[in-house]
Nanobody, 124 residues
């Protein structure tokens, strides 16, 4: 069982930056691939970025590529999402998610554990 807690959301003007953090419980954080998802009002949840357990591999949605950076610190059981050049369309609840590593489920957006979400609002 993995418990995930996100933080770092807030209100920012277009063009600004935010860094989201997600801290996981447990002692085997490096054995979990991690993802950041987002869900805007009235829209389906979508993947923003994901990172392998080792941190070597990353993947991004086209809509955030070049603006967002996912990273992790396995010693701190934390995954980050650095968001730059934010746009109003980035407004959403952002969730982190975890899946045990070793397969391709993370690349198929198939995760087992979810945080409660943190709100990001970008004003124009």
């Amino acid at each position: 069982q993995v418990q995930l807690v996100e933080s770092g959301g807030g209100l920012v003007q277009a063009g600004g930056s935010l860094r989201l953090s997600c801290t996981a419980s447990g002692r085997t954080f490096s054995r979990y691939d991690m993802g950041w998802f987002r869900q805007a009002p009235g829209k389906e949840r979508e993947i923003a970025a994901a990172i392998s357990g080792s941190g070597v591999l990353t993947t991004y949605a086209d809509s955030v590529k070049g603006r967002f950076t996912i990273s992790r610190d396995n010693a701190k059981n934390t995954v980050y999402l650095e968001m730059n050049s934010l746009k109003p369309e980035d407004t959403a609840v952002y969730y982190c998610a975890a899946v045990f590593t070793g397969g391709s489920r993370w690349l198929n957006n198939d995760y087992d554990y979810w945080g409660q979400g943190t709100q990001v609002t970008v004003s124009s």
